[in-house]
């Protein structure tokens, strides 16, 4: 049975076999990858600080950093074998609105067409609804109709399709 969780160091090693899966330099949405410091992963000591930084984000009570917004990140695993990330966007900023959205997620390659990013996307709806959000954004690409039908899936209504910097984005809002 799949679970999110608050990241954690310990599946450092799952997190990299994971991460190999991934072509280079491919975007993870919901992973806080942005929040990576410089230096390798691979390492315990650089994973630590990036793991420390995305427990921090969601402390509303620190600031977070220009342009970005407080955000909750869990990871999706099942016992010890990291699948994919999801976080919440606890608001939006200009950038978030445009084409990001409230919520993020990716899968990795192995776990898809497993309904993971259904599943998860279904369990972090409830926190926005404590977040106080009545509704919340949701992104993706005009042509993932695997995320597309994800976010149908939890009640998404297609609000647009616009070109953005990162190229022709679908926006889907689900009511809380």
Known sequence: MPQLITPACALHASWLAALAEWPPGAHQDGTGLRLAPDGDLGSPEVFAI??????????????????????????????????????????????????????????????????LATWALAAVLPEARALGLDRVLLTCDDGNTGSARTIERNGGVLEDVRTTDAGLKRRYWIGL
């Open 50 to 115: 990036w793991v420390e930084r995305l427990k921090r984000q969601s402390d509303t009570s620190l600031a977070v950093g220009e342009g970005r917004v407080h955000a909750t990140h869990w990871w999706i695993v099942e016992g010890d074998r990291y699948l994919g990330a999801i976080d919440l966007r606890h608001y939006l900023n200009a950038y978030l609105l445009d084409l990001g959205g409230h919520i993020g997620y990716s899968v990795r390659p192995s776990a898809r067409g497993r309904g």
